[in-house]
């Protein structure tokens, strides 16, 4: 399921009002692997993007399931810290 570390699987099947799943304690990746640290925000297709609005450096954000090869081993560095 999207990539989550075991034990985020429970938390990441909560619902919101709208039947939505709520991810909200799962990280959040740029493409590169790099991890997202700040706010972000919901496009209408339902895509997660950086910057609490959409600016013009908002960036597309990802689960690490998402992510490619490259970008997991990058994101996979990370957790070492």
Do not use: C, I
């Amino acid at each position: 399921m999207l990539g989550l570390k075991v034990g985020q699987e429970k938390e990441a099947k909560l619902l919101e009002k709208d039947g939505n799943v709520n991810m909200k304690g799962v990280k959040h990746y740029k493409k590169d692997g790099s991890l997202h640290k700040g706010g972000m925000h919901k496009m209408p297709d339902g895509s997660l993007h950086s910057g609490k609005s959409h600016g013009k450096t908002s960036q597309k954000l990802f689960h690490y399931g998402e992510l490619s090869k490259k970008g997991k081993d990058k994101a996979k560095d990370s957790w070492k810290r």
